[in-house]
């Protein structure tokens, strides 16, 4: 008799063969840890059913293949297959599930932002839940910062599951083709991106990092349309050049109501590895950067190592606690005293405080408005109350405050 016959119940050969299976990031074997959701097997076509939701560290990637390397000598087995159960006990939560959003930017590429990007969620992860999203369509980087790879499967629903990553969640384009260089152009692109956005079965709800692409195109404006963006940090090197990039790019930002915390500056001194002697690299003042400086990043080679999430960089601390504190402030925000709070109004009573408010300014008095959505439509009813054209509605300054706080701040014509 060939050594090679099929045992009579070859399930339990296979839950056996599992339950000797260990991995780094899972606590016990893999049946004990619960990840063996299903087992079935038809002549020698086996299916495994794989269920991460009880571990939250292990990559879906990592327990994938250990279960079919193990699984495919299995004698009798020929062909092994590995599905994933839909994630977590509320899988699919929305972008607007999300607590806080912060999104890394800047106006040109190469400076550094998906490292910022990266290692300011990997900081994060310390003491949040936080998913990375990688919105740079046209060079995709995270998943390679990260050292993380597809293939990223889906749910019951067709819905697109993050890669779980040492507890963090990581989407992004460029884990949907590992390795094809990507080359989607304008509205593809866009749309792209967006899918991904709205369809991602994120399980987590706390903190997500989005790094966006580059410069103030077509998807960067879109994505921070679609999302509600509680800070944005730009990313920026202390040369003149990029210095005044930086500064026409947070411009836009502002004119788009997103609300910008900061800048990093990056690479901006080299010290020597040899003698300590801290190097400018560039001379450029940064003092006339037009956003708060949050933090002054050296150049240093431990950034180009692989940031590990839940690993605290002492050089990230500020950086850190500058959006933390942000985070905190977004979420006791006060409207200023002078103000007048439309939020929560239905529509006829938010125009008549609007009126009675404006009505009783005299010309040149200033006049602020908090709403719970872009007031910037206004600008149009305060022409028609002064009886000017909306151009001369000026200044006509909105910021976005928080998630659900913009502030319009005029004056009467
Ligand atoms: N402070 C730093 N010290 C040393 N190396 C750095 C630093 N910041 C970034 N780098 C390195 O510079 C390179 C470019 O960084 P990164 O990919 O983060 O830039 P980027 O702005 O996201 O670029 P792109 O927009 O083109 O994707 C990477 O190899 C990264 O490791």
Not at 29 to 44: Q, T
Not at 99 to 111: D, L, R
Request: with cysteine; charged share 25%.
């Amino acid at each position: 008799m060939p050594a090679t016959d099929p045992p009579d119940d070859p399930r339990t050969v296979v839950r056996e063969t599992l339950s000797d299976v260990s991995l780094p990031s899972v606590d016990s074997d893999l049946v004990s840890a619960g990840i063996v959701a299903e087992i079935d097997v038809h002549g020698s076509d086996l299916t495994v059913v794989v269920d991460l939701s009880s571990a939250p560290n292990a990559s879906s990637e990592n327990v994938m293949t250990a279960v079919i390397e193990v699984t495919e000598d299995i004698p009798g087995i020929e062909n092994v297959q590995v599905e994933q159960t839909t994630p977590g006990p509320d899988p699919g939560a929305n972008l607007e599930d999300f607590e806080h959003v912060i999104a890394v930017a800047s106006a040109k590429g190469g400076v550094g932002k998906s490292t910022v990007a990266t290692r300011l969620a990997t900081t994060l992860a310390a003491d949040r839940e936080v998913a990375l999203f990688d919105a740079d369509v046209h060079g995709p980087n995270v998943h390679r910062l990260l050292e993380v790879e597809g293939p990223v499967y889906s749910t019951d629903d067709g819905e697109p599951i993050p890669i779980s990553h040492q507890g963090m969640e990581v989407m992004g384009v460029g884990l949907l083709e590992s390795d094809v260089p990507l080359a989607w152009r304008g509205a593809m692109a866009h749309d792209a991106v967006s899918d991904l956005f709205g369809e991602t079965a994120w399980r987590s709800d706390d903190t997500l990092v989005i790094d966006l692409p580059p410069g103030t195109g077509d998807v960067v404006l879109t994505t921070l349309q679609e999302v509600p963006v509680d800070a944005l940090v730009v990313v920026t090197t202390p040369f003149e050049t990029s210095i005044t990039d930086t500064n026409r790019t947070i411009d836009l930002f502002l004119d788009e109501g997103v609300p910008v915390l900061g800048a990093v500056v990056n690479m901006a001194e080299f010290v020597c590895e040899h003698c300590g002697e801290p190097n400018e690299l560039f001379t450029d003042d940064v003092a006339d950067l037009s956003a708060e400086v949050l933090a002054t990043l050296p150049f240093d080679r431990d950034f180009q190592e692989r940031p590990v999430p839940g690993e605290t960089t002492p050089r990230f601390e500020e950086l850190t606690g500058a959006i933390e504190a942000e985070l905190d402030a977004l979420a006791t925000y006060e409207p200023p005293e002078d103000a007048v709070d439309i939020r929560g109004l239905d529509p006829e009573p938010r125009r008549d405080r609007v009126r009675e408010a404006f009505e009783d300014l005299e010309s040149g008095e200033q006049f602020r408005v908090v709403s719970d959505r872009d007031p910037t439509p206004v600008r149009q009813y305060l022409a028609t109350l002064a009886e000017v054209e909306p151009a001369a509605i000026d200044p006509f300054d909105v910021r976005r405050k928080s998630p659900d706080a913009w502030e319009l701040t005029t004056v009467y014509p």
